[in-house]
């Protein structure tokens, strides 16, 4: 069932953001794709945005081409973080809170998927739970106070993906040292994300910190670099030639989602917001079912429980 009926035939389109003055938007993964079209957006509107991107040069080089687009006035920055380092991500959201005053919206977007064979990060996990969602936990957990502060929001990129693998947590393998696949790693990876988004509403709410708004999304099936970027030669074949089908849409309505869920009024968090159109890879954006799984509470709880421990950040909450 799709519930986009909130937004019209269209679907929710950035024409509806008003200004962004005096705001400030944080996202991961600007250098291509989705986080890099927010960030086209964001700026266009006259937001503040802050890039986290593990590439310096390919930093420059999207800051470079967004001034002369845009023009020299765009308020737009870089921080130097790599997802897959913890101390990277320790570190960058240190210079985060050193550099911006308030948070409007942390936007978790960078990602890496359909990794051909198993491996693992320096702190030993597999790398797309590292990358996906390990990284963008401790993230998010060292942000939370300026979020909290600012009445933010944390918007988390998923992906349809969540319903296309074992759909839970192998808890007595979490890094798939048996039977490792590409999508079933990269499935659980982005399911985790999903299931932290409705945990940590959960919390949020239980300790009356409800100020701060946690939205999950996804952008459909987008022409963007991803798969192009960490998957196998077989899948940039397959992705190559499903690119020139209907079944994918552009990079910039992939953005619409998680523009939508950091500037959009009165969202339900509960929600899960992508393209309404055919299997919600395309089409108007709005919201749209979510199969149970996502919400499994016993799951989730324990997934919360592992990713503090795994990466040693505890959650003030
Ligand atoms: N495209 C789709 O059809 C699709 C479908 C479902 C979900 N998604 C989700 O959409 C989001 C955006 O992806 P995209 O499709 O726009 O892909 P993309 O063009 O490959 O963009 C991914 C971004 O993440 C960055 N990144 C990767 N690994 C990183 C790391 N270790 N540390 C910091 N940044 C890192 C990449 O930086 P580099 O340039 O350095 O690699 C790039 O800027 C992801 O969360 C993805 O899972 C996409």
Same mark, same amino acid.
């Given at each position: 069932? &799709?519930? #986009?009926?909130?937004?019209?035939?269209?679907?929710?389109?950035?024409?509806?953001?008003?200004?962004?003055?005096?705001?400030?938007?944080?996202?991961?993964?600007? +250098?291509?794709?989705?986080?890099?079209?927010?960030?086209?957006?964001?700026?266009?509107?006259?937001?503040?945005? !802050?890039?986290? &991107?593990?590439?310096?040069? %390919?930093?420059? /080089?999207?800051?470079?081409?967004?001034?002369?687009?845009?023009? #020299?006035?765009?308020?737009?920055?870089?921080?130097?973080? /790599?997802?897959?380092?913890?101390?990277?991500?320790?570190?960058?959201?240190?210079?985060?809170?050193?550099?911006?005053?308030?948070?409007?919206?942390?936007?978790? #977007?960078?990602?890496?998927?359909?990794?051909?064979?198993?491996?693992?990060?320096?702190?030993?996990?597999?790398?797309? =739970?590292?990358? &996906?969602?390990?990284?963008?936990?401790?993230?998010?957990?060292?942000?939370?106070?300026?979020?909290?502060?600012? %009445? @933010?929001?944390? !918007?988390? !990129? @998923?992906?349809?993906?969540?319903?296309?693998?074992?759909?839970?947590?192998?808890? /007595?393998?979490? *890094?798939? /040292?048996?039977?490792?696949?590409? &999508?079933?790693?990269?499935?659980?990876?982005?399911?985790?994300?999903?299931?932290?988004?409705?945990? =940590?509403?959960?919390?949020?709410?239980?300790?009356? $910190?409800?100020?701060?708004? !946690?939205?999950?999304?996804?952008?459909?099936?987008?022409?963007?670099?991803?798969?192009?970027?960490?998957?196998?030669?077989?899948?940039?074949?397959?992705? @190559?030639?499903? $690119?020139?089908?209907?079944?994918?849409?552009?990079?910039?309505?992939?953005?619409?989602?998680?523009?939508?869920?950091? +500037?959009?009024?009165?969202?339900?968090?509960?929600?899960?917001?992508?393209?309404?159109?055919?299997? *919600?890879?395309?089409?108007?954006?709005?919201?749209?079912?979510?199969?149970?799984?996502? $919400?499994?509470?016993?799951?989730?709880?324990?997934?919360?429980?592992?990713?503090?421990?795994? +990466?040693?950040?505890?959650?003030?909450?």
């Amino acid at each position: 069932m &799709n519930t #986009n009926d909130q937004f019209g035939k269209q679907g929710w389109t950035p024409d509806k953001i008003k200004g962004l003055s005096g705001k400030t938007f944080i996202i991961t993964g600007t +250098t291509s794709g989705t986080g890099f079209e927010a960030s086209r957006i964001l700026l266009s509107k006259g937001a503040k945005v !802050v890039m986290l &991107n593990r590439n310096a040069k %390919k930093s420059e /080089d999207v800051i470079a081409t967004l001034k002369k687009e845009l023009g #020299n006035h765009i308020n737009v920055s870089f921080i130097l973080m /790599d997802l897959a380092e913890q101390a990277s991500v320790r570190k960058a959201a240190q210079e985060v809170l050193e550099k911006v005053t308030r948070i409007d919206a942390l936007m978790c #977007n960078g990602a890496i998927a359909q990794v051909p064979t198993q491996k693992l990060t320096v702190d030993g996990f597999e790398s797309q =739970l590292g990358v &996906n969602h390990y990284g963008h936990f401790t993230l998010q957990g060292i942000l939370f106070p300026l979020i909290e502060k600012s %009445k @933010g929001r944390i !918007v988390t !990129v @998923g992906s349809m993906g969540y319903n296309m693998g074992i759909k839970t947590i192998k808890f /007595d393998d979490i *890094n798939w /040292d048996k039977d490792y696949t590409p &999508n079933d790693a990269y499935s659980q990876s982005k399911l985790a994300q999903i299931m932290t988004v409705y945990e =940590l509403q959960d919390r949020l709410k239980k300790v009356g $910190k409800t100020d701060v708004k !946690v939205y999950a999304c996804h952008p459909g099936s987008s022409r963007t670099s991803l798969i192009s970027t960490s998957g196998s030669l077989m899948m940039r074949i397959i992705f @190559g030639l499903m $690119k020139l089908s209907p079944l994918t849409q552009s990079a910039e309505k992939g953005a619409y989602p998680e523009l939508m869920c950091a +500037t959009e009024e009165d969202l339900d968090q509960k929600e899960f917001y992508g393209p309404t159109g055919r299997s *919600n890879w395309v089409g108007p954006v709005g919201a749209h079912k979510l199969e149970p799984h996502a $919400k499994d509470k016993a799951v989730a709880e324990k997934l919360w429980e592992v990713s503090e421990k795994a +990466t040693g950040f505890k959650w003030n909450l």
